[in-house]
């Protein structure tokens, strides 16, 4: 139990390559995934509006 726990805590998700699950997805949305999913929180977006603006940077550039 103490092995999975701490593996949850410090092991990079396994398996989970945004881009094997949706081919379409765009690189900088796989990107923007996986530093949100980021075990060090000084790697992850530090608030929601943090992750909006780059959600809508993605998507401008989606529409070009």
């Given at each position: 139990?103490?092995?999975?726990?701490?593996?949850h805590?410090?092991?990079?998700?396994q398996?989970?390559?945004?881009?094997?699950?949706?081919?379409?997805?765009?690189?900088?949305?796989?990107?923007?995934?996986?530093?949100?999913?980021?075990?060090?929180?000084e790697?992850?977006?530090?608030?929601?509006?943090?992750?909006?603006?780059?959600?809508?940077?993605?998507?401008?550039?989606?529409?070009?």
């Amino acid at each position: 139990l103490y092995n999975t726990m701490r593996s949850h805590v410090s092991d990079p998700p396994q398996n989970l390559i945004p881009c094997t699950l949706f081919p379409d997805l765009p690189l900088e949305m796989e990107e923007h995934i996986l530093m949100c999913l980021s075990k060090n929180p000084e790697d992850r977006p530090e608030s929601m509006d943090q992750v909006r603006k780059m959600l809508e940077k993605i998507n401008q550039g989606l529409l070009k």
